[in-house]
């Protein structure tokens, strides 16, 4: 018997705390402060932010819930062995991935700007995986870490919903975990992508995981 059952569409899904975790992707300045890798795109960094405060809240019930809580960064190696060249000259932007900004070089581990925001910066005994793709379980130890901790729901908030999240979500379902991906802690710097990448998420009868949100989830893990 599942103890708790989190609201959620296309239907409601029951977990158990002890085999859950909060999957936090990618909250790092490079893509939700101003001078970082997103900004530098042409984004407005400014939209992702409001998801910032409904995580915090997730993240301190889990805290104090015990439930395992793993943040993902998303970066590269200082020498850039491990970015395509591809993935470096995508969108022709005008400051690549390793090139100094505002927070130090893009998108490269060590890096404040790689650094996540002090908002959720995680605590003693949270896992941190370092991610050089979109997806978090792509040349990571993140499956064997969940498989070892006998993981099966994850609760998935970051950025961005249509990349990070998106990749991760859909790795996560072909690898048997259910995730449910919190629509307020997740953003995009696109409107209208934020509501695609929700919807493909819970389209179909839930063809990749479930959509929630933090009220629904702090009600289910603190009830
Ligand atoms: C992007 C991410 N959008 N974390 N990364 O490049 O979604």
């Not at 390793?98 to 002090?118: C, S």
């Not at 901790?149 to 908030?157: E, F, R, W």
């Amino acid at each position: 018997m599942a103890s708790r059952v989190i609201s959620a569409d296309p239907y409601e899904l029951e977990f158990d705390l002890k085999t859950a975790a909060l999957l936090i992707i990618d909250m790092q300045r490079d893509f939700v402060e101003p001078g970082g890798f997103g900004e530098s795109l042409g984004n407005d960094v400014s939209i992702l932010r409001k998801a910032i405060a409904p995580t915090k809240l997730v993240l301190e019930a889990c805290r104090k819930l015990g439930v395992m809580v793993v943040h993902t960064r998303e970066g590269h190696r200082p020498d850039l062995t491990d970015c395509p060249p591809s993935k470096m000259a995508r969108g022709r932007p005008k400051r690549k991935i390793g090139d100094d900004g505002a927070m130090g070089r893009l998108l490269v581990r060590g890096a404040k700007g790689h650094d996540i925001v002090p908002e959720l910066y995680p605590v003693s005994g949270e896992v941190v995986i370092d991610k050089p793709g979109k997806g978090a379980f792509y040349a990571t130890d993140l499956e064997l870490i969940l498989r070892n901790a006998n993981i099966k729901t994850l609760i998935v908030c970051g950025v961005t919903t249509e990349v990070c999240v998106n990749t991760s979500v859909r790795e996560a379902n072909d690898r048997g975990f259910n995730c449910v991906v919190l629509e307020d802690c997740v953003g995009s710097y696109f409107p209208e992508f934020q509501s695609a990448g929700l919807a493909m998420i819970k389209a179909q009868g839930g063809i990749f995981g479930w959509v929630s949100n933090s009220k629904n989830a702090l009600q289910a893990l603190t009830k």
